[in-house]
């Protein structure tokens, strides 16, 4: 014969605890409370609200823009330091504000 052998335990009581780590964890939502800037897209006219930080790098971006094309005309097609002041910026947007980069700058 074939013996089972069955334990039963008494009743658990397991007790969870909710810890605020809100400190340590950023909202995964994004707070557009401080998106006050609106800025659009040269071409089609979408627009996108962006924190000031945001709106001054955007703006940042085409003052290079055009610096690069005007002092392109002296040295050269791709001869302005500019450029890569642009690229850095874009690179930026890219990392920090993936959809207003596809929205405003791609």
Known sequence: ?????????????????????????QDMKTNTDNRTEER?????GESVMLTKEE????????????????EDRKLGTGGSKHWQHM??????FMKHNAKAYMVLLD
Not at 1 to 25: A, F, R
Not at 40 to 44: E, G, I, L, V, W
């Open 87 to 92: 690229r850095d910026k874009l690179s930026w």
């Open 55 to 70: 709106a001054k790098i955007h703006d940042e971006i085409f003052i290079h823009e055009v610096q690069a094309t005007l």
């Open 40 to 44: 659009r897209n040269r071409f089609n």
């Open 1 to 25: 014969m074939n013996e089972c052998h069955i334990w039963q335990q008494g009743p658990q009581l397991k007790v969870l605890t909710m810890i605020d780590l809100s400190y340590i964890i």
